[in-house]
């Protein structure tokens, strides 16, 4: 039991001697910034699935924009995966939040004029989720590439309580948005601005 003991506290002093992942500068640049683009992907969500209840008055039109807004993961992460380990998956981020910010302005214009309809939600909704396809497996291919193996446990922690306080966070400032009038307006105006910063941020970086 002795030994047991003092091995533990050995592996227990090993691992403190390791660098904060935070110490590595293109990490400590990425992490913020993953900050901005989690919480607009569940601000655009929960706008997507609100409208379509604003829409429609129907259950099954929010299952359905919900279903547009994953299916496409079922059919194309595979792929999506395969492709992360061929190419630069910081272009392939770029061009997530690209799309991400897209569909966004997109949503912003039409509401402005008059043209956001049931095709219109549709036609998001299903872009949305060809963009978090091409996004996840970009994102969990560039993360071990920015810090070494031995930090990867540190940024994985990191990087879920980003997903966690940003899905409820996401969530209530939509539903927070969606109570004082013209929501939809002015939630893409600020889900554009937030995804404005991220990808400043990240071209800014030449190397995250």
């Not at 392939?92 to 219109?120: F, N």
Request: proline share 4%; aromatic share 10%; glycine share 10%.
């Amino acid at each position: 039991m002795k030994k047991s003991s003092e091995n533990f506290s050995d592996c227990r002093e090993t691992r403190q001697v390791h660098r904060s992942a935070l110490s590595d500068p293109r990490f400590r640049r990425y992490y913020p910034v993953s900050w901005f683009s989690s919480l607009g992907a569940w601000v655009l969500r929960f706008l997507l699935g609100w409208s379509a209840w604003e829409l429609t008055h129907s259950a099954t039109w929010v299952g359905l924009v919900g279903a547009l807004m994953l299916a496409p993961a079922l059919l194309l992460s595979p792929w999506f995966g395969i492709l992360s380990d061929r190419v630069n998956p910081r272009q392939g981020l770029r061009l997530s939040m690209l799309i991400h910010s897209a569909i966004t302005l997109t949503g912003a214009v039409a509401t402005w004029s008059g043209w956001y309809d049931r095709t219109a939600l549709l036609i998001l909704a299903a872009t949305l989720g060809v963009a978090t396809s091409l996004h996840s497996p970009m994102r969990l291919a560039l993360v071990p590439l920015l810090v070494p193996p031995r930090s990867l446990a540190q940024c994985s922690g990191l990087l879920c309580h980003v997903l966690q306080y940003c899905s409820h966070g996401g969530t209530c400032s939509g539903g927070r948005a969606s109570r004082t009038g013209q929501y939809q307006r002015r939630m893409d105006g600020r889900y554009a601005a937030v995804h404005g910063v991220f990808l400043g941020s990240v071209t800014a970086d030449g190397r995250a």
